[in-house]
């Protein structure tokens, strides 16, 4: 499956922005799909996750109530609203796939920047 990752930009602090994760290639119901996210001189770290039907999704904690992951099987896409963004939450947003939940995400995308300004 190949990814791409869409929709970063620069706003301010407060606002809102949804990243797009679009799959080519296989059917991304196939696959648990997660975001990471990398800011500049820091390592790359978990944001969040959804589960093959979107039953199931997860996120790291400092992102919770803000960020909601959903996806659209129907349009092979998975998608990343992120509201009352930070400063802190400025970095480039990288959608990753995995087929089995105890996998290493094996399949990325390239990134997508996000800069909030303060």
């Known amino acids: 499956v190949q990814l791409q990752a869409s929709g970063g930009g620069l706003v301010q602090a407060g606002d809102s922005l949804t990243l797009s994760c679009a799959a080519s290639g296989h059917n991304i119901s196939s696959y648990v799909v997660g975001w990471f996210r990398q800011a500049p001189g820091k390592e790359r770290e978990y944001v969040t996750s959804i589960s093959w039907t979107g039953g199931g999704t997860y996120y790291r904690d400092s992102v919770k109530g803000r960020f909601a992951i959903s996806r659209d099987n129907a349009k092979n896409t998975v998608y990343l609203q992120m509201n009352s963004l930070k400063p802190e939450d400025t970095a480039t947003y990288y959608c990753?796939?995995?087929?089995?939940?105890?996998?290493?995400?094996?399949?990325w995308g390239q990134g997508t920047l996000v800069t909030v300004s303060s």
């Open positions: 990753a796939a995995k087929v089995l939940a105890y996998d290493e995400y094996g399949f």
